[in-house]
C-alpha cells in the first residue's frame, strides 16, 4: 500500500472543539480506524475565516446555487469573508497532496450533500457549503464524503477504494509517467475497474490503446477522469462475479476437477450473500501464489486497500 495518504477533515471530527456551540463532533472511526492509514488535514472554515469559538449559529440562504452564507439571529452575511478564505484555502490545500476529504454533514461551510438552504425562514431547498463546493470545484477528481455516509459499508468501502486508488494514480504520474507507464497502470488496475464498470473500462482500453502520437497530458486528464468516474460507480455482487469467473478462467488447465467445483461453489454461495467477497478473493490469491501468475497478483482488484479494514469481511 502507498505511503502519505493525506486527506482533509472537518475539524470537529477529529476532535476539536470548534463548533459554533464550542464543542465538537469527534467521530471515532475516523481516528481510530482511519487513523491507522491516513495522514489527517485537519479544516475549520469558520475558525480559519476568523470566526470566534463559540459563535453565532449560522445558516444558507437564497438560491442553492449560489446561497448567502447569513446569521440566524444578527442577520449578519458572511458570504464574502467566507469567500475569500474558501478561495485561499482550496490553493493551500493544493500543496498538501490531498487524495480524499471528509466533510461534516449538514455544516453551512463544509456540508457536502442536502444542505438546508433557507427562503422565507424556513428550508426550501438543498445545496453545498461554501467551503465543500470550492473544493470540489477546485478538485474535481478527488474522493469526497460525509463523516456520516461512512456508517453505509457500501458507501465507505466505495470512498476509502476511491482515496487508495487516487494514491496510486498521484505516485504513477509523479514517478512513472509516458504512454508505456500508464499501460502498466491500466493492465494492473483491469480488473478493479472491471468490478465497477465494465463499459468503462472498454473506453479506457480504447484511450489507452489509440494513444500513440496523441499529446500525452491529453491522454492523461482523459484517463484520469474515466478513471475516478468508473470506480465512484458502486462495485456489485454481480460485477464482482463476472470478475472472479474471469479470475478463475486462468486457472482451468491447472486446477483438478474437485478443487474447480469447490471454487465455483465458493464463487456461487458469494454471489447468493452466503459468503463475504473476501472468501473468494482469499481462495483466488492461493491459486495465483500457488501457479505463479505474475499478471494476477500485480491486480490491485485483489487488494485494492489495507486487509486490515476488513471492508470485504461482510456478506
Known amino acids: 500500500m502507498p505511503d502519505n495518504v493525506n486527506i482533509g477533515v472537518s475539524s470537529c471530527l477529529l476532535g476539536e472543539k470548534v463548533r459554533y456551540d464550542g464543542g465538537h463532533k469527534h467521530d471515532r472511526y475516523i481516528t481510530d ?12 472554515p469558520e475558525v480559519g475565516c476568523g470566526l470566534p469559538v463559540p459563535r453565532e449559529a449560522m445558516r444558507l ?20 469573508k467566507m469567500i475569500d478564505y474558501c478561495t485561499g484555502k482550496v490553493e493551500e490545500l493544493a500543496g498538501a497532496d490531498l487524495c480524499g476529504f471528509i466533510f461534516k454533514k449538514g455544516s453551512p461551510s463544509s456540508g457536502l450533500f442536502r444542505v438546508k438552504v433557507y427562503g422565507s425562514g424556513v428550508p426550501v431547498s438543498r445545496g453545498r457549503g461554501l467551503f465543500a463546493a470550492a473544493v470540489a470545484k477546485r478538485f474535481p477528481y478527488l474522493p469526497v464524503e460525509e463523516e456520516g455516509r461512512l456508517y453505509d459499508m457500501d458507501l465507505r468501502g466505495n470512498f476509502i477504494e476511491r482515496v487508495f486508488a487516487y494514491r496510486r494514480w498521484k505516485s504513477f504520474a509523479k514517478e512513472a509517467g509516458g504512454l508505456g507507464g500508464l499501460v502498466g497502470f491500466h493492465a494492473c488496475h483491469k480488473l478493479q475497474i472491471m468490478a465497477h464498470s465494465p463499459a468503462i473500462y ?15 497530458d491529453s491522454i492523461l486528464n482523459s484517463y484520469l477522469e ?24 486462468y486457472f482451468k ?8 467445483q469447490e471454487l465455483l461453489e465458493i ?31 500485480r491486480q490491485t482488484y485483489l487488494e485494492p486497500y489495507p ?7 461482510h456478506a
Open 226 to 249: 474515466l478513471f475516478m468516474k468508473a470506480l465512484s460507480m458502486q462495485s456489485t455482487v454481480r460485477k464482482n462475479c463476472n470478475v472472479l469467473y474471469h479470475v478463475m478462467g
Open 61 to 80: 440562504e437564497g438560491n442553492p446555487a449560489e446561497p448567502r452564507l447569513v446569521t440566524g439571529r444578527s442577520r449578519i452575511d458572511l458570504t464574502e
Open 253 to 260: 488447465k491447472d486446477l483438478a476437477t474437485a478443487d474447480k
Open 267 to 297: 464463487i456461487r454461495r458469494y454471489g447468493e450473500s452466503m459468503l463475504p467477497l473476501i472468501v473468494p478473493v482469499t481462495m483466488l490469491k492461493h491459486y495465483i501464489r500457488k501457479f505463479g501468475r505474475e499478471y494476477l497478483a
Open 307 to 313: 486487509s486490515e479494514l476488513m471492508l470485504r469481511n
Open 202 to 216: 472498454r473506453e479506457m482500453g480504447r484511450l489507452v490503446a489509440g494513444g500513440k502520437g496523441t499529446d500525452l
Open 33 to 44: 480506524t482511519l487513523g491507522r492509514f491516513f495522514n489527517f488535514i485537519p479544516v475549520c
